[in-house]
């Protein structure tokens, strides 16, 4: 009689195990599940390799971006957003909004305005003083399109050299086909910058 006790004991005992063991898979299985959602649909994991973005983003930099940012409204100017780079989609890029559909937007002098506006945007976020490549664009924004610039305008490459790219690539046979690619299109932008949290936690939305 002891004997079966203590063998009822032991399978209930392997069976317990069994049950907490296929608890834990549960629980990775609906873990790795959540988190691919987070990274599909949620959120954007990113790393930065340049300098362009300075000082807000530095070089090595690792941020996440919410892709749900748009969803019910188009980025506004001054966010800070993750796109598909128009001259090679399979690049991310992170600049920031200037100009917006159907606006013209120009730059003068290293200033830039809005629709002939006389007074230019206040731009507190450049790191320098922008001196290289700061006079004589005139953009006219397309709709569903924005136009893109880095922070750190002297060595950023951004919507003043895409069209110039898109040409050295072959992407296009003249200056006019190539301006497409000047701007990025709203089904391009995959969301707004919004945590930095390495090598230090930072919100960015407060630089927008």
């Excluded at 060595?155 to 790219?165: G, Q």
């Amino acid at each position: 009689m002891e004997e079966k006790e203590n063998a009822k004991a032991e399978h209930q005992k392997k069976r317990s195990l069994l049950r907490e063991l296929l608890g834990f898979v549960e629980i990775f299985i609906a873990a790795f599940i959540l988190a691919q959602l987070m990274t599909h649909f949620v959120l954007i994991n990113a790393e930065v390799p340049s300098e362009s973005m300075e000082n807000i983003i530095e070089p090595g930099d690792r941020l996440f971006g919410f892709r749900l940012a748009y969803a019910f409204d188009g980025p506004q100017r001054f966010d800070v957003v993750i796109f598909r780079y128009p001259v090679d989609e399979t690049q991310n890029f992170i600049k920031r909004v200037i100009g917006l559909p159907g606006e013209k937007i120009e730059i003068r002098e290293g200033r830039i305005y809005v629709d002939d506006s006389k007074q230019p945007l206040e731009e507190p976020y450049l790191p320098e003083e922008w001196v290289d490549d700061n006079n004589g664009y005139v953009f006219e924004v397309p709709k569903d399109h924005y136009l893109v610039l880095g922070d750190n305008r002297n060595i950023s490459l951004d919507a003043r050299f895409w069209a110039d790219e898109a040409l050295s690539n072959g992407m296009a046979d003249s200056q006019s086909e190539a301006e497409e690619y000047t701007y990025v299109d709203a089904e391009q932008i995959l969301g707004r910058a919004v945590i930095k949290y390495y090598p230090h936690f930072k919100s960015l939305l407060s630089y927008s």
